[in-house]
């Protein structure tokens, strides 16, 4: 049911024209600040957010999770850790304690991935990873 509902918002935007949204945050570019790494977004309708998989039983408006999942930084001697996220207005803030220079940052990028981001539309954010100088 669930992949039919955003099949058929796919639909109504590309084939029907309707100015509605149809994917969830797509990220867009990455800034270095000191310690921390700002991730930016495009196609957030009405801002980010966490939410939960559908059929999680947590709803978009009351998450049962506190903090944001999925997110991992990398430092500059290539080993990836988990990073504390928080949402500040359009963009993601991650950092970790362990990785005091972060160079890179993944969301959703492993075999079962739990993340939380969406937008206020009820879409979950796409996985991806913001490095390409390592083997895929």
């Given at each position: 049911m669930i992949a039919g509902r955003r099949l058929a918002i796919t639909a109504r935007h590309?084939?029907?024209?309707?100015?509605?949204a149809f994917t969830g945050p797509v990220?867009?570019?990455a800034r270095i600040e000191q310690n921390r790494i700002r991730l930016f977004f495009e196609g957030a309708k009405g801002g980010l957010t966490m939410g939960s998989a559908p059929g999680s039983g947590e709803t978009i408006s009351?998450?049962?999770?506190?903090?944001?999942?999925?997110?991992?930084?990398?430092?500059?001697?290539?080993?990836?850790f988990p990073a504390e996220a928080r949402i500040e207005e359009k963009?993601?803030?991650?950092?970790?304690?362990?990785?005091?220079?972060?160079?890179?940052?993944?969301?959703?990028?492993?075999?079962?991935?739990?993340?939380n981001l969406y937008d206020r539309a009820g879409l979950p954010a796409l996985?991806?990873?913001?490095?390409?100088?390592?083997?895929?």
């Open positions: 590309l084939v029907y024209g309707e100015e509605i990220f867009s570019h009351s998450p049962v999770s506190s903090s944001l999942k999925g997110f991992a930084v990398r430092g500059t001697d290539g080993r990836w963009t993601v803030l991650l950092s970790s304690d362990a990785v005091p220079k972060p160079v890179a940052a993944r969301y959703d990028w492993k075999s079962l991935p739990d993340g996985p991806f990873r913001t490095d390409y100088d390592q083997p895929r």
